[in-house]
C-alpha cells in the first residue's frame, strides 16, 4: 500500500511479474483497495481487464464503489452496473439510496443486465434494494418481484423488511397474508422466499402470516403448501409446526398426502410419538399414505 502511494505504476508492474498465483492475487487485490480510494476510474478499468483475462478473477472494487453510485442516482447505478463483467455471483452489503433513487428503472434495467449476461450476477449488488423500495412503495416492489427473477440478494422478505420498517407492528405479515390471497399471486415463488430454513425466524414468520389470514380454510391452504413445497428427507423436523398449526387431524392426512402426491418423500422415524399424538393422527396412517 505504501509503495502505491508512491509510485502505483510501479508497484502494480511488480505486481504483474509475480508467478505465485496466490501471492499475486492478493497483491493486486491490495493494490486495487488502495487506488480506489485515489483514483476510482482507474481501479474499475483495471478490474474489468483482469476480470475480462480470466473469468475467475474477482475484487472488491465493484463493492467499495456501488454505495456511492446509489447514492448518486439510478442512472449512475446502472451505468456503473454495464461497465463490469457479471459473474456467477454477487458481493454485497446495505447501502444508502439517493432521495430521487429510480428503484424501478434500476431494477429494470439491472434484469435487463442479468439477461443479456446470460444471466449471470452482477459482481456486487445492495443487499437492501428491494427493502428500501418497499419502505417508499411496497405495491410497485411487490408488483416488480411478481413478474421477474430474484435480484441478487433480494426476494419476499426484503419487501417485508421494508413494510415493516414503516413502523406499524405486524404489518408485513398482514400485508404478505392480503397478497397471498390475490387471484394472480405467485404463490410457489412467495411460500419458497419465505420458509427457507436457514433462517431461524421462518416459523414465526409463517405462523404470523398463517393467523393474518381471513379464515381457517385459507390457513390450512397455506400451511400445507409451505410444507409440500419444502418439505424432503427429514427436514419434517423444521416443518412440523406447520402441521401442528393446521385445522384438524384430516387436513394434516391430507397435507402428507399432498406431499406424496407432489413426489416429496419424508423420514417418518424422525417424527416422534408426541408428535403423532398432538396432531392427532398414527404413524401407520402416514406409513400407508407414503409406502402404498
Known amino acids: ?6 509510485d502505483f505504476d510501479e508497484a502494480w508492474a511488480w505486481s504483474q511479474q509475480l508467478t505465485n498465483e496466490a501471492n499475486r492475487e492478493f497483491i493486486i487485490g491490495k493494490l486495487l483497495q488502495a487506488l480506489v480510494k485515489t483514483d476510482p ?6 478490474h474489468v481487464e483482469l476480470s475480462e483475462a480470466d473469468a475467475h478473477f474477482s475484487s472488491s472494487v465493484p463493492g467499495m464503489l456501488i454505495g456511492k453510485m446509489t447514492l448518486k442516482g439510478s442512472d449512475e447505478f446502472l451505468d456503473f452496473l454495464n461497465k463490469l463483467p457479471f459473474t456467477g455471483g454477487s458481493s454485497g452489503g446495505p447501502r444508502e439510496f439517493a432521495k430521487n433513487f429510480d428503484f424501478q428503472k434500476a431494477a429494470d434495467g439491472v434484469a435487463a443486465l442479468m439477461k443479456s449476461r446470460e444471466g449471470r450476477d452482477p459482481p456486487a449488488f445492495p443487499t437492501n434494494f428491494l427493502s428500501k423500495w418497499a419502505e417508499s412503495d411496497p405495491e410497485a416492489a411487490f408488483a416488480w418481484y411478481a413478474k421477474n427473477p430474484n435480484l441478487p440478494f433480494n426476494d419476499l422478505r426484503n419487501i417485508m423488511e421494508g413494510v415493516q420498517n414503516q413502523g406499524v407492528p405486524g404489518a408485513a405479515s398482514a400485508w404478505v397474508a392480503q397478497k397471498l390471497e390475490e387471484p394472480d399471486a405467485p404463490r410457489e415463488k412467495m411460500i ?7 433462517d431461524d425466524q421462518m416459523a414465526g414468520t409463517i405462523d404470523m402470516i398463517a393467523q393474518a389470514l381471513p379464515d381457517i380454510p385459507s390457513r390450512d391452504r397455506f400451511l400445507t403448501d409451505v410444507m409440500v413445497m419444502n418439505c424432503s428427507g427429514n427436514a419434517i423436523r423444521d416443518l412440523g409446526f406447520t402441521v401442528s398449526g393446521m385445522s384438524s387431524p384430516q387436513v394434516r392426512l391430507e397435507a402428507f398426502q399432498s406431499m406424496k402426491t407432489g413426489g416429496s418423500t419424508i423420514v417418518i422415524g ?5 408428535q403423532f399424538e398432538t396432531w392427532g393422527i398414527t404413524r401407520q396412517q402416514v406409513e400407508t399414505i407414503f409406502h402404498r
Open 1 to 6: 500500500k505504501a509503495w502505491s502511494g508512491e
Open 41 to 46: 476510474e482507474r481501479a474499475i478499468a483495471l
Open 192 to 198: 419458497r422466499a419465505l420458509s427457507r430454513s436457514a
Open 270 to 274: 424422525s417424527i416422534t410419538d408426541y
